[in-house]
């Protein structure tokens, strides 16, 4: 499968197309900054382009060929709070959908962020219940969560008026090389994203099963969080939850305890067929 990776040089970004090129795929890989490492660069199944796809007949031009698209380019936090994080994500988001639409690039993963939970950037972390999951509110306060809930509604709009796309928004958590980089000593430091971690190959498992497994699961746009079912921290979770959220219950019959997450993944496992794995 020929595979437009954007965002290619990135933290997440060079975790997919090696894992994608590890796969035999071939890869398009697309960025505005950075350089791709010497061993990609090296790969004679992978081509690179430095582009700004906020340009969208750039896009159309670049994705031309391709058969599926994991769309990374984007801030990746809220910046200054202002307006660039928000503004960009939005249109380079709705110009690579709209690109593939009119390209019939039917399969589509972009990432999504846990962020359109109110949670780290927020001015107050807003849980209703625990574990969470795909049907939690998403009510973003901040201007990067908010960018990310739009290229969700993007989604919605896209696979609508062009039924044959198929897209995944995967609400990724802080992608990592290990379990022990996203540990703190100090257990509060990471109270707002519930201790979360998804490793990295892990996460790029997720994006490749997203738009090359055809197990006739799903189809149009779905979201899913894409995070480590145990949490980056050597406390017990209900000690943990007592602590930090005591007002927040724990849905029955689930189980929020020793080094059980605060997340629930299982529409990931049950329609992508993704397991998280601490290294592939």
């Known amino acids: 499968m020929k595979i437009a990776v954007t965002g290619c040089n990135g933290r997440v970004g060079k975790p997919v197309v090696a894992l994608a090129l590890a796969r035999g795929h071939s890869v398009v890989g697309i960025d505005y900054n950075g350089e791709p490492s010497a061993e990609t660069g090296e790969a004679p199944s992978f081509t690179y382009t430095r582009a700004n796809l906020k340009d969208y007949e ?59 939970v109110t949670m780290v950037y927020s001015e107050q972390p807003n849980f209703e219940y625990f574990p969470i999951d795909e049907q939690h509110p998403t009510l973003p306060d901040e201007p990067y969560g908010l960018s990310k809930l739009i290229c969700e509604m ?39 994203d519930l201790w979360g971690y998804v490793q990295q190959d892990s996460a790029a498992d997720a994006f490749l099963l997203s738009v090359t497994e055809e197990n006739g699961r799903w189809r149009g746009h779905e979201a899913f969080f894409i995070v480590a079912p145990r949490i980056a921290c050597d406390v017990d979770s209900k000690v943990l939850r007592e602590t930090h959220w005591p007002n927040v219950p724990v849905i029955d019959g689930k189980d929020v305890s020793g080094q059980k997450g605060f997340f629930d993944c299982r529409k990931a496992e049950r329609l992508l067929g993704w397991v998280h794995r601490d290294g592939l």
């Open 58 to 116: 750039t896009a159309l031009k670049l994705l031309e060929g391709c058969d599926s698209l994991i769309h990374l380019a984007a801030h990746p936090d809220p910046g200054d709070y202002n307006v660039t994080s928000h503004n960009d994500n939005v249109v380079l988001s709705w110009n690579v959908l709209r690109a593939c639409a009119e390209l019939n690039v039917t399969r589509i993963a972009q990432a999504s962020s846990v962020n359109v």
């Open 154 to 192: 993007q989604a919605d709009t896209i696979v609508r008026r062009y039924p044959a796309l198929r897209v995944a928004s995967l609400r990724l958590h802080w992608s990592t090389p290990s379990r022990d980089h996203a540990r703190r000593d100090d257990p509060s430091r990471r109270r707002r």
